[in-house]
């Protein structure tokens, strides 16, 4: 699976938009972008992923470069509950393999 | 529907020990995984059953094992713990054709 690159941290304001960036600049055709976070002491939840079209859900939204080098996570109004973890990872769905490799992912801290 | 269940939540076991964890998947689900973290390590992918068929493994020593039965409940077990065996243990479970996984909040495993 590809390597992902996540800034260590980031903050942003309750209520704003919070931009998560990902690089993943080595990502093959078959590799899909995932999501996932985790708040402190519990498992990571699954957030989004995406191919290469911009998608999105009911917790955020999913935008991919043209390229595909790189992603953004945007959760877009943030409150307290979404301070956590944030990874992003790339996976293949080809073959047998679910394993996920998780990088040490971007705290973002939400502020009141 | 009930989420992915994980027992015992905590343990604490001495050192040359052996232990085994408890998790059950979603219903319907037939994939179970097994993560460890640490603080030092992050998120490790210890291996991955299948309808009871061990499909994927990480890389970690012999000591770690693992089972699935044929409801799709799965245990891991350490054998002869050591301190650095100290981590929270993580197992998702992922339905076949639906590319996320879901995580239980996990067990945490302190070795003195």
């Known amino acids: 699976d590809a390597k992902t690159t996540q800034p260590p941290s980031m903050d942003c304001a309750e209520g704003r938009a919070a931009n998560l960036p990902c690089n993943h600049s080595?990502?093959?055709?078959?590799?899909?972008v995932y999501w996932y976070r985790q708040i402190h002491s519990q498992g990571p939840q699954y957030i989004i992923h995406?191919?290469?079209n911009n998608e999105t859900n009911e917790m955020a939204s999913l935008i991919i470069t043209e390229d595909r080098k790189s992603s953004t996570l945007i959760l877009p109004h943030a409150t307290l509950r979404d301070t956590a973890v944030y990874y992003c990872?790339?996976?293949?769905?080809?073959?047998?393999?679910?394993?996920?490799?998780f990088g040490k992912g971007i705290t973002l801290s939400v502020r009141p | 529907k009930a989420g992915v269940t994980q027992t015992p939540r905590y343990l604490i076991k001495t050192r040359g020990q052996q232990v085994t964890l408890s998790c059950s998947p979603i219903?319907?689900?037939?994939?179970v995984s097994w993560y460890q973290q640490t603080p030092g390590q992050g998120l490790q992918f210890l291996f991955e059953?299948?309808?009871?068929?061990?499909?994927n493994k990480g890389n970690f020593p012999g000591r770690f094992s693992g089972r699935q039965f044929s409801n799709s409940r799965s245990e891991m077990n350490v054998s002869t713990l050591e301190l650095g065996d100290s981590a929270l243990y993580l197992c998702?479970?992922?339905?076949?054709?639906?590319?996320?996984?879901?995580f239980g909040q996990g067990t945490r495993l302190t070795v003195v």
């Open positions: 998702a479970s992922r339905s076949t054709g639906i590319a996320e996984a879901f």
């Open positions: 995406g191919l290469k």
């Open positions: 080595t990502i093959s055709g078959n590799e899909y």
């Open positions: 059953y299948f309808s009871e068929t061990q499909r």
């Open positions: 990872i790339v996976r293949s769905h080809t073959g047998a393999n679910s394993k996920l490799t």
């Open positions: 219903s319907g689900h037939r994939s």
